[in-house]
């Protein structure tokens, strides 16, 4: 699992993120954990492969945000770290 990041210039409100979010589920309909945060200026979300990140900035672009850049990088579940006695 791929946690992918993008940098977006534009976002101003919640109805900024919560279009981008929108946006992105249905570009990329696989994509799992998606968020947004305009105060980061970035939107994150899970993925099973690689990303054409192409798409992923005409996507962006498209909405009439600004893409700026985006990352990828492995993603390591956490688990619960329940100790085991023996």
């Known amino acids: 699992m791929k946690?992918?990041?993008?940098?977006i210039d534009g976002m101003m409100c919640g109805m900024c993120?919560?279009?981008?979010?929108?946006t992105i589920r249905r570009a990329?309909?696989?994509a799992k954990k998606v968020s947004a945060s305009r105060k980061r200026g970035e939107a994150?979300?899970?993925f099973e492969n690689d990303i054409d990140m192409?798409?992923?900035k005409k996507t962006i672009d498209d909405t009439g945000y600004v893409f700026v850049?985006?990352?990828s990088e492995e993603h390591?579940?956490?688990g619960l770290g329940v100790a085991?006695?023996?």
């Open 28 to 30: 990329f309909p696989s």
């Open 44 to 46: 994150t979300f899970l």
């Open 54 to 56: 192409e798409a992923l």
């Open 76 to 78: 390591k579940k956490r």
């Open 84 to 86: 085991v006695n023996s």
């Open 17 to 22: 993120e919560a279009h981008i979010c929108d």
């Open 69 to 71: 850049s985006a990352a």
């Open 3 to 7: 946690k992918i990041t993008v940098k």
